[in-house]
C-alpha cells in the first residue's frame, strides 16, 4: 500500500507544475497590506516626533529644530507604530521588503530634500 | 555491567532548530539519564518590560518567540486588559481566535515538517512545508506579518478584516485542509513511519502529570488538559473537544498535533462563520495597576505571563512561563531508556521552543 502511494505521488508531481517560482523570471509579487519596509513622505510631516516617542527599538530620531527625520533600517523590526501613532499620514508601510544590505546606512531626510543617505557615524540628525 | 559514558548532545545537532545541550548519560546504546542546560540564547526580555512603556512592551512580546509570536502578543494583551479593566470587542476576541488558531495550525505543521525531516522522510517534509507557505500567505494577507503576526494591541487587534476575504480564506482553507488529510494519511498509516515513533519515548499518564508536561505533550499520555477550555478569547463560543491520545509515545504525540490541526482548521470555519460586526478595539485609558496571571495555550502547551503594574507606564514585574521550560523535566524521564539513535526524535517530539524558554 505505502509504495502504492509513494509511485502515485511521484507520478502525479512528475506531470504537475513546480511547486516553487522561478524567480527572477517570475517576479515576486508582494502580498498587499503586509509590514514590508517603512516609507517616510516628508511634504507632509510636521515633526511632532511621536513616531519616535512609540518606537519600540528606538530606530527613528527627529530633530524639530533642523526639520529631519533620521531612520537607522538596521533597528526598525517593521512593527508599524510609528504608521498608527502618525495623525499626519506620513508615514506608511510598503508591502515589498527592504533590499538586504551589510553596510549600516542611516537614513536622513530633511523638509527640503529627499532621502540623504549618510554612513554610520556620519548622519546628521 | 557496561562502563558509563557522557555523549554531549546539542547545542547543535542536526535535529535542533534552536540550540538545547543535553549530557546523554549512555551504557553502550543506551540512554539512562539526561542532564539538560539552557542559556545559550537569554535575551532578557523580562527585564526589558521594565524600562518599556507598556504599550511599546507589546510587540516585544510578540517577539518572545517566531512560530508562537501571535499567541504571546494575545497573552500579554489579555494580561493587561485584565489589569486595566478594558473590554475587547466581541469582533476583535473572534479575530484573535482565527488568527491565533491560524498559528497552530502553521506551528504543528511546521513541527510534522521537521519531525518528518528527523526520521528521514524528506519528501514528506517538503510537502508539509508546501502546505504551510500557502497558509503563511493568508496570515500575510490578513494580518500584514508572515512571522510576526503584530496582529493584537491591547483592548482589541490592530487591523480588521474584511467579511469578504475571510469568505475567500475560508474557501482556501477547506482546500488546505484536504491537502493536510493526504498528508495525514501517510503520517499516521506509513509503516516506516510507525515503525520508527511507535512505542518510542513512552511517557506514562502518571509521570506526565507528575513532571508537570503541557500541551500535546501531556495531552498524548491521556490526560485531557487545554487552556482554551477556560473559554478565553471566543474558545467559549464555538464547538470544540480537548484531543487525547493514550499511548504517550512518539506517534501518540503525532496523532495528537494531527488531530489538532484539523480542529483548528474547524474552529475557523466556525469562528468565520459566526464572525460578529463591530469595532475591533477599545481604546485603554490610565496605566495598568495591579497583578495578573494570564494563562493561554499556545500551540507547544500552557503558557503564563505574570504582570504586575504600578500605576505607571513600565511594568514592575514581567514573567513568562513558557510550555517547552514545563516539558523539559517530562523529556528527561521520555529519554530515560531509549536507544541514542531515537534521542532526535524524542527530543522533537516535545516541540522545543528555546527562544520562548530563554526569552
Known amino acids: 500500500m505505502a509504495f502504492g502511494t509513494f509511485s502515485l505521488t511521484a507520478l502525479t508531481s512528475l506531470f504537475k507544475k513546480p511547486a516553487t517560482t522561478t524567480w527572477p523570471a517570475t517576479p515576486y509579487v508582494p502580498v498587499a497590506g503586509a509590514r514590508g519596509s517603512l516609507r517616510f513622505a516628508s511634504e507632509t510631516c510636521n515633526y511632532c516626533t511621536l513616531c519616535a516617542l512609540k518606537c519600540p527599538t528606538g530606530a527613528i530620531q527627529v530633530d524639530r529644530v533642523k526639520k529631519a527625520w533620521v531612520l537607522d533600517r538596521f533597528k526598525c523590526i517593521v512593527c508599524a507604530a510609528c504608521v498608527d501613532a502618525c495623525v499626519k499620514n506620513a508615514l506608511a508601510c510598503d508591502p515589498d521588503f527592504a533590499a538586504p544590505s551589510s553596510d549600516h546606512v542611516i537614513e536622513v531626510y530633511r523638509v527640503t530634500e529627499s532621502a540623504d543617505l549618510c554612513a554610520h557615524g556620519e548622519g546628521e540628525a | ?359
Open chain 2, 1 to 359: 555491567m557496561a562502563e558509563k559514558t557522557i555523549i554531549p548532545f546539542g547545542p547543535q545537532h542536526p535535529v535542533l532548530p534552536e540550540p538545547l545541550h543535553l549530557d546523554l548519560v549512555m551504557e553502550d546504546e543506551t540512554v539512562v539519564d539526561a542532564i539538560p542546560s539552557i542559556g545559550f540564547i537569554h535575551r532578557g526580555l523580562e527585564r526589558l518590560a521594565e524600562t518599556q512603556d507598556f504599550q511599546q512592551m507589546g510587540y516585544v512580546a510578540e517577539r518572545i518567540c517566531g512560530i508562537c509570536s501571535c499567541i504571546h502578543g494575545q497573552g500579554y494583551s489579555q494580561g493587561i486588559e485584565a489589569l486595566m479593566g478594558i473590554e475587547v470587542p466581541a469582533r476583535a476576541q473572534f479575530l484573535r481566535l482565527v488568527w491565533g488558531e491560524e498559528s497552530r495550525i502553521q506551528s504543528h505543521l511546521l513541527w510534522l515538517g521537521l519531525a518528518a525531516d528527523a526520521f528521514g522522510f524528506e519528501s514528506l517534509f517538503m510537502h508539509t512545508w508546501k502546505l504551510r507557505e500557502r497558509l503563511l500567505d493568508w496570515v500575510e494577507r490578513t494580518t500584514g506579518g508572515r512571522v510576526i503576526f503584530g496582529a493584537n494591541k491591547i483592548g482589541g487587534v490592530r487591523r480588521d478584516v474584511a467579511d469578504g476575504l475571510l469568505a475567500d480564506m475560508v474557501a482556501d482553507l477547506r482546500a488546505m485542509e484536504a491537502e493536510f488529510a493526504a498528508l495525514e494519511r501517510t503520517f499516521l498509516g506509513d509503516a516506516t513511519v510507525r515503525s520508527r515513533m511507535e512505542g518510542v519515548g513512552v511517557l506514562p499518564k502518571a509521570l506526565a502529570q507528575a513532571s508537570g508536561a503541557v500541551g500535546p505533550t501531556l495531552r498524548a499520555s491521556g490526560v485531557a488538559s487545554d487552556t482554551r477550555t477556560l473559554g478565553y478569547s471566543a474558545y467559549d463560543q464555538v464547538q470544540w473537544q480537548v484531543i487525547t491520545e493514550d499511548a504517550g509515545d512518539c506517534f501518540a504525540r503525532i496523532k495528537v498535533r494531527c488531530r489538532e490541526t484539523h480542529q483548528s482548521f474547524d474552529m475557523i470555519y466556525q469562528a468565520v462563520a459566526k464572525m460578529p460586526g463591530g469595532a475591533v478595539e477599545s481604546k485603554p485609558k490610565g496605566f495598568p495597576k495591579g497583578e495578573y496571571m494570564s494563562r493561554l495555550e499556545q500551540p507547544r502547551g500552557e503558557v503564563i505571563y505574570y504582570l504586575k503594574g504600578n500605576g505607571t507606564k513600565h511594568l514592575e514585574r514581567f514573567r513568562v512561563r513558557t510550555p517547552t521550560f514545563a516539558n523539559i523535566p517530562a523529556l528527561v524521564h521520555m529519554l530515560k531508556g531509549c536507544r541514542l539513535a531515537d534521542v532526535g526524535n524524542i527530543l522533537l517530539t516535545i516541540d522545543p521552543c528555546i527562544s520562548c524558554t530563554e526569552r
